[in-house]
């Protein structure tokens, strides 16, 4: 009985010293947190939540493998959502036990179109039978869309990891504790064997020795409920994406502008080298579209023609995003190229289209624009009809197709503050009415104004409206008692018509996109324009 006390100190400083080696060894958790799942070879995309690379501590690491080129591709749940639209997908959204991943199903269609490149993303990445995102941000709305060639079974496993944070407390005051004991264990073996205590020592020790006894029993006891409480299950995170919006948010982003803009200005490019009209309708449409067809079918008669100035890429100075939650879409960037500053109104017909130019408005030198709203929240988009401004965004432009025909005292262009658009045109109205009247004929103008118009607010009180105008002037030669003049004709109306001289009347057509800046109060300002020549037409 002498040894007993040394004997158990000795032994429950190993046990205790053992469990905490045990913590930083066998039962060190891992330096990762991993979930994983197979996803079912029917979906041909994935969608993973916002918020589910946000339920540990970043940076968390989303990885895909699959077969054949894969894509990583984010943007607002909102886009991806109508993006997959009616096609079958498997949607990620939430952990589940033993390291795994809960996955919903939605039937659909089962192909969907290869997700790179599109337009939609505000980022992606690609890879070959396997790719890998890192993340970093807070989850705000941003949900992944997971993709290859867009048929079921390219993506088949999904994972995703974030660092372990995981401590083990016990560890160091276990080892501490268990080391004290064994050592304590020792002394009292040694103290034993060197010396000899009197009975009433003895019975003292063993009571001292029952007391500590029970002591270290209860502390030995709570190290493995210690243990087994850390063990015991937890309950999953659950992703926290924001709130979604009570309004339309901003469409484009600044590095997706930038990644549109260059993409616009690539494909019609493109199309101008060859004048391919075909090749336009990848990054054309509306009026952009027709100035430039127009601008072709001159250029195949009249080599010297130039076409429309190219779009201006190098810098976008204003990202004049629109705030907007449904297709079609419309949105506008101010870009510049050297001394060229452009307004340029981009759309895109569905979720899945490429946005395309719609109007390009070259500004006026030294214009000076309005406060433009942020573009993390947009501006909103306006009905041509609106009644908010001095004019609706409508009547803007029909004012101003008036005031061009009507000249500069009429009561149209007394709402608009003088530009020099306007007076060249009226200033060659005069020439060549002067010139016909010496050449024994007539001249006429007629100004339409277009339907299609975009308005977008500003961070003041004004829009900015582009709309169309579609401009005639038609020479008439004189008819005098049956007998009916010549017109000799230069360029560009003899190519157009084949002939030097005619004795019909000759209308020559340009097609007008011009921009304006319409305030609540006061006169209309032009920001810019751009006029193209559209056809001659003998009558």
């Known amino acids: 009985m002498r040894y007993t006390l040394a004997v158990i100190l000795m032994v429950v400083g190993v046990v205790v010293g053992g469990l905490g080696i045990l913590q930083k060894t066998l039962w060190a958790p891992d330096d990762q947190i991993t979930a994983t799942t197979q ?8 969608v993973v939540d916002p918020g589910m690379l946000n339920l540990y501590e970043t940076p968390a690491t989303l990885e895909v493998e699959g077969s054949g080129e894969l894509t990583i591709a984010q943007a607002p749940v909102e ?6 639209g009616n096609s079958a997908s498997a949607r990620v959204t939430g952990l589940a036990t033993e390291g795994g991943l809960t996955v919903k199903s939605q039937d659909g269609k089962a192909e969907v179109p290869n997700p790179a490149g599109a337009d939609l993303w505000t980022s992606e990445v690609t890879g070959t039978d396997e790719v890998s995102l890192d993340w970093t941000d807070d989850a705000n709305r941003t949900a992944f869309l997971i993709a290859g060639s867009g048929e079921p079974g390219d993506v088949k496993t999904v994972t995703i990891s974030w660092p372990s944070h995981a401590e083990t407390p016990w560890a160091i005051p276990l080892m501490v504790i268990g080391g004290a004991l064994f050592i304590g264990g020792i002394v009292v073996l040694f103290f034993n064997r060197s010396s000899a205590k009197k009975e009433k020592n003895r019975r003292r020790a063993r009571q001292e020795r029952r007391r500590k006894l029970a002591e270290y029993g209860t502390a030995f006891a709570i190290v493995p409920v210690l243990a087994l409480s850390a063990c ?3 309950e999953l995170p659950k992703p926290e994406p924001s709130e979604a919006p009570s309004s339309a948010a901003a469409g484009v982003n600044g590095d997706q502008a930038k990644r ?5 200005a690539q494909g019609i490019k493109t199309a101008d080298e060859d004048t391919d009209a075909s ?6 449409t509306g009026p952009a579209l027709q100035q430039r067809e127009d601008a072709y079918k001159v250029k195949k008669e009249i080599k010297k023609h130039k076409l429309p100035p190219a779009v201006a890429s190098e810098k976008i100075t204003v990202n004049y995003t629109a705030a907007t939650d449904s297709w079609p879409r419309m949105t506008s960037l101010i870009t510049s190229a050297g001394d060229d500053t452009q307004l340029l109104v981009l759309t895109q017909e569905d979720p899945r289209a490429d946005y395309k130019l719609w109007s390009q408005t070259q500004l006026v030198p030294g214009t000076e624009l309005p406060e433009i709203p942020d573009a993390r929240k947009g501006s909103a988009l306006l009905d041509p009809k609106t009644k908010d401004y001095v004019v ?7 004012d101003y197709a008036k005031a061009l ?3 500069k005292d009429s009561k149209e262009a007394k709402t608009f503050e003088s530009d020099d658009f306007s007076k060249s045109i009226w200033k060659n109205q005069k020439a060549q009415k002067k010139s016909a009247e010496e050449g024994k004929a007539e001249v006429e103008y007629k100004y ?3 339907k299609e118009i975009v308005a977008q607010g500003t961070a003041g009180d004004a829009a900015i409206v582009t709309g169309v105008i579609e401009a005639e002037s038609t020479i008439s030669p004189e008819s005098v008692d049956g007998r009916t003049g010549t017109l000799n004709l230069s360029t560009p109306q003899k190519e157009l018509t084949g002939s030097d001289s005619t004795q019909k009347s000759v209308t020559t057509k340009t097609t007008q996109v011009l921009t304006f800046l319409v305030p609540k109060d006061g006169k209309m300002r032009l920001l810019g324009g751009l006029e193209t020549l559209s056809g001659v037409e003998l009558e």
């Open 39 to 46: 996803i079912d070879a029917e979906a041909p995309a994935v």
């Open 79 to 84: 886009n991806v959502d109508a993006w997959v």
């Open 232 to 234: 015991g299950p937890e």
């Open 260 to 264: 549109i803009l260059d993409s616009v």
């Open 279 to 284: 090749e336009l309708k990848k990054r054309a």
């Open 392 to 398: 609706t965004p409508e009547k803007a432009i029909s």
């Open 405 to 407: 025909g009507s000249g």
């Open 448 to 450: 339409t104004p277009g």
